[in-house]
């Protein structure tokens, strides 16, 4: 069984998360909005108990939440919700963003300016992070939006969102985050985004559920929803709820508040070994992004081996990648590494390397022997 170093794409489900799930899964299955019958409010009580979880970890409030089937629908869902009515208005509409955003704000952006709104994608530093004095040069009277993740999900590095919060705010501009590969895994920025998206899968709970945190101030912001129906989730997001997928995503926030302080320490052990032995392997490697400021799971690593082929398929017994899950399919290479000015040829030999909480140190030796190999 290959080792798995790809928790940045994806984490396995926590047991603990699923044994909270099984009762729900297997059970009646009624609808959490059918609350004329037990059955119903039953469903409805757990969902409702949930919603008070993911707020927790994320500083919102229950009633800010907007459960989606992914963080990609809530991050077109904050975007396209934002700035369409705007449009409409014949109001200008200008939105910026750093170009190694995740291509779920990237695209939806792209389709903005496909409907009348002006995109600035600003050129981040050399080393990945984002702060307030990067992004004011590029903000005007009529900026509307600011995305801005919190953790690069290639790189892993963290921008300073409380320096664009603050700017943001001062200007009266909604600044989108963009929090599925930090929430869980390292504190948030407090009160600094007025849009925060969150994942499930990506802290160990189940697959197929995201979350849009509208902060309560820009609860006035007009965002409009993209599914209509019936009218739930706050008419921001009808379609009967994924109950089981809640209440696991739930149990997953509750459990990740408990272990974060130790997690973070032990992921940061783990992956600074396999990263330290790594560039001693392969003299000549390079780490990309900000090493003093990432979150402790991910390193992104161009590696000297001299081979032409891409490391995940040089290395068939570790589970990594070249990159985000969602551009595996797009050819060239990573957006993220281009944007940071690495060359082609250093970005073609990177490989993401990614810890989780299901890692242990026996996982890492035997990563490091696949590694080994290469050279023998």
């Not at 794409?9 to 019958?37: C, I, K, Y």
């Not at 992070?129 to 963290?158: F, K, Q, S, W, Y």
């Not at 603050?166 to 600044?175: N, P």
């Not at 129906?229 to 997953?252: K, M, W």
Request: aromatic share 2%; with cysteine; proline share 7%.
């Amino acid at each position: 069984m290959p080792v798995y170093l790809d928790n940045a794409a994806s984490t396995p489900l926590d047991p603990v998360v699923f044994e909270f799930m099984r009762p729900w899964m297997l059970g009646h299955g009624a609808n959490a909005a059918s609350v004329q019958h037990a059955l119903g409010r039953a469903v409805a009580t757990a969902v409702s108990t949930a919603r008070a979880e993911v707020a927790a970890l994320l500083h919102a409030q229950p009633e800010d939440l907007v459960f989606t089937g992914s963080a990609t629908e809530a991050c077109n869902l904050a975007i396209k919700g934002l700035v369409r009515p705007l449009l409409r208005s014949g109001k200008p509409v200008h939105c910026v963003a750093p170009m190694h955003e995740h291509p779920a704000v990237l695209g939806p952006l792209r389709r903005m300016e496909r409907e009348g709104a002006e995109v600035t994608l600003m050129q981040p530093s050399v080393n990945g992070v984002i702060c307030a004095t990067d992004l004011e040069p590029h903000m005007r009277p009529d900026t509307a939006l600011v995305a801005c993740m919190h953790a690069n999900n290639e790189l892993g590095t963290l921008n300073d969102i409380m320096s664009v919060g603050a700017l943001c705010q001062a200007r009266g501009i909604r600044l989108l985050v963009d929090a599925s590969c930090s929430a869980g895994h390292v504190p948030l920025p407090v009160g600094a985004a007025d849009l925060l998206v969150a994942s499930s899968h990506k802290m160990h709970g189940p697959a197929g559920v995201g979350v849009l945190a509208i902060r309560s101030g820009a609860r006035g912001c007009g965002l409009e929803p993209l599914i209509e129906g019936g009218g739930h989730e706050s008419a921001l997001r009808s379609g009967s709820l994924d109950a089981p997928a809640i209440i696991g995503f739930g149990a997953a926030c509750t459990r990740a508040r408990q272990v974060m302080p130790q997690e973070r320490e032990r992921q940061r052990a783990l992956r600074d070994r396999l990263e330290s032995t790594l560039l001693k392997l392969f003299p000549g490697s390079v780490v990309h992004g900000a090493l003093d400021s990432r979150v402790p799971a991910i390193t992104m690593c161009t590696l000297a081996t001299g081979l032409p082929e891409p490391i995940p398929t040089l290395v068939t017994g570790v589970a990594c990648s070249t990159g985000a899950a969602c551009s595996s399919a797009s050819p060239g290479p990573s957006h993220v590494l281009k944007a940071i000015g690495v060359s082609a040829a250093d970005a073609a030999g990177a490989v993401r390397l990614s810890v989780g909480r299901m890692t242990e140190g026996a996982d890492i030796d035997q990563a490091i022997e696949c590694f080994a190999a290469i050279n023998r």
